[in-house]
């Protein structure tokens, strides 16, 4: 247990993986991709645990990362299937942009 006058060490962790299924759309389950997402968590104080050198955003290409930074969102494929399985999915990027 955490003492409450000291941080807490993070010295057991919580992984939480969700598999997406990319589908071409509500009415068609045919299914595109399939994109990883991954959190990790403190066991000990819950803290989440952020991603990082990610960009925020989703793509079918490379992982990016949830806008808060706490969820990985992978693509993969089956070892089955072609190379480009799930290439040219639409995405997005959230790019931010520092004020003056």
């Known amino acids: 247990m955490a003492h409450p006058d000291r941080p807490c060490p993070h ?30 968590n403190c066991r000990d104080c819950d803290e989440p645990f952020r991603w990082t050198g990610l960009q925020a955003g989703l793509s079918s290409a490379h ?24 290439l040219g999915l639409p995405g997005f990027a959230v790019t931010f942009k520092g004020g003056n």
């Open 11 to 40: 010295e057991n962790f919580d992984a939480f993986v969700d598999i997406a299924r990319r589908t071409k759309s509500d009415d068609d389950p045919t299914v595109l991709g399939f994109t990883a997402e991954i959190r990790v």
């Open 63 to 86: 992982p990016m990362c949830s806008v808060d930074e706490t969820q990985l969102l992978a693509p993969l494929r089956p070892a089955s299937a072609d190379p480009d399985f799930g």
